[in-house]
């Protein structure tokens, strides 16, 4: 299922890191600026940037700027129904390891 939504960040807010599990999302940058972080690397962007954001990636975003930033959200839910929980908690390991 597809989701989609406009989030605001006023000046000197900062979106805390946090991880979706089986939930990818797309974030389009439609006004202002700020710091990304997505897993371990961190990125300027601006008004028009484009930032993909895997399932189970921590990420997170600071309004470093002096105007609000909207962010126009896409949310996906991967369904995965042939795994199992405990598969799935496997798979997010042995990726960690990498």
Same mark, same amino acid.
């Given at each position: 299922?597809?989701?989609?939504? /406009? *989030?605001? &960040?006023? @000046? $000197? #807010? ?14 389009? +940058? &439609? =006004? $202002? ?9 961190? %990125? =300027? &962007? ?15 975003? *600071? ?5 609000? #930033?909207? +962010?126009?959200?896409?949310? %996906?839910? +991967?369904? !995965? @129904? ?5 598969? !799935?908690?496997? /798979?997010?390991? %042995?990726?960690?390891?990498?």
């Amino acid at each position: 299922m597809w989701k989609c939504w /406009l *989030t605001t &960040v006023p @000046p $000197g #807010v900062e979106l805390k890191p946090h991880v979706h599990e089986n939930h990818e999302q797309i974030y389009y +940058i &439609v =006004k $202002g600026s700020g710091t990304i972080s997505v897993g371990e690397e961190k %990125a =300027k &962007v601006k008004e028009g940037d484009c930032i993909y954001l895997p399932t189970d990636t921590p990420h997170g975003f *600071t309004n470093d700027g002096k105007e609000e #930033v909207e +962010i126009f959200c896409v949310g %996906a839910n +991967i369904f !995965r @129904p042939y795994m199992s929980k405990s598969v !799935r908690e496997k /798979l997010k390991k %042995a990726e960690q390891t990498k």
